[in-house]
């Protein structure tokens, strides 16, 4: 970095009517993750102290390597100069408007370049803002709050989007989705993948006996015990339609995955939730169908991914006739049904 350059003005000596002790009453949010990119370490350094209480601050001073850091971390709001040397703020912002992962990144150029030309390119860029030194950091800090609110309420949207309101599990589209795009990676790089299919045992009987609004509290409380089972942000909980929910384990083998399901059996009927139509068990309890994917073992011509699933839902029907309260599993290789009683 270029500590001798003169022509642009440091942050240091902007106007500032911005006191510590102000605050913003965001105790809903997510810490959110602010970029700042600027070839002055002066005026990095002042806006850390501007907003590093509030957001999670990442500083750097070229373009360049702040782009190949968004590609690895989760960015929610750039603060991008312009003037920089070997790649400049509008080339920056052009590319990361022409990649599909960082497109959706909101971006404010904080800049000494003060025509109405100038404005126009970032702006015609796809910049979110564009801010003209000398600044006032009252103004900027409300601008960057706002941006970041709007940022998390489309979070929050797109959240809702692919949860089930009811359970708070994935709702059955994003479920297709994910167990796709994992199915789809395992076969790519010969890995394996556990797929379980859950059903609450006599659970008409329930909503007969005890009404449909216990039995909504009755599938929050199952899914909240099958969800608090994941051990990976990449494992998958989704409510697969009624009473039924689907486990995708990725990377998982029928070791890792009968524990999965062990506990799981384990922690509802721990609930103890009563259930006087479920003989000879009293409670509510689940049945579970399980399927190992094995890439390395299976002809993927052979075998698609609704063959995967139907193997699954074999094994669920299994548990179902071989006295509910249970798991059978079935490594698809080998085609050949396993059944192991956990009572």
Not at 65 to 82: F, G, N, P, S, T
Not at 128 to 153: S, T
Request: proline letters at 2%; aromatic letters at 8%; glycine letters at 4%.
């Amino acid at each position: 970095m270029e500590s001798n350059k003169m022509a642009k003005p440091s942050l240091s000596k902007v106007r500032s009517t911005w006191s510590p002790g102000t605050s913003f009453d965001k105790s809903e949010f997510k810490r959110q993750t602010l970029m700042i990119v600027d070839d002055y370490q002066s005026n990095l350094d002042a806006l850390e102290a501007l907003f590093g209480f509030e957001y999670n601050v990442v500083l750097y001073d070229n373009a360049k390597d702040a782009l190949d850091y968004i590609l690895k971390e989760e960015v929610d709001l750039i603060l991008l100069d312009v003037d920089m040397p070997t790649m400049d703020g509008y080339e920056a912002c052009r590319e990361l408007k022409s990649n599909e992962l960082t497109a959706h990144i909101p971006i404010i150029f904080v800049t000494a370049a003060d025509s109405p030309d100038d404005e126009e390119k970032g702006l015609l860029l796809g910049a979110a803002d564009y801010v003209v030194k000398p600044l006032n950091f009252a103004i900027l800090r409300v601008r960057v709050r706002n941006q970041m609110e709007l940022i998390h309420y489309r979070k929050k949207l797109e959240i809702l989007s692919y949860v089930d309101g009811l359970t708070g599990a994935a709702n059955r589209r994003q479920l297709d989705t994910m167990l796709l795009q994992h199915y789809a990676a395992t076969v790519r790089y010969g890995h394996q993948m556990a797929l379980m299919m859950i059903d609450i045992d006599n659970f008409k009987l329930y909503n007969d006996c005890y009404g449909h609004i216990q039995g909504d509290e009755c599938l929050k409380q199952v899914a909240e015990k099958i969800i608090s089972v994941k051990r990976r942000e990449t494992d998958v909980v989704g409510r697969y339609g009624g009473e039924e929910f689907a486990v995708v384990l990725p990377d998982t083998d029928l070791e890792g995955a009968l524990v999965v399901a062990n506990k799981i059996l384990d922690r509802i009927r721990a609930l103890r939730i009563v259930h006087e139509n479920n003989k000879p068990f009293d409670i509510v309890t689940v049945s579970i169908g399980l399927a190992i994917f094995e890439a390395d073992h299976v002809d993927h011509q052979e075998q698609s991914l609704d063959d995967f699933v139907r193997l699954a839902d074999q094994q669920l029907y299994a548990a179902k006739h071989s006295g509910k309260n249970r798991v059978n599993y079935l490594k698809s290789e080998a085609k050949l049904a396993h059944k192991i009683k956990v009572m």
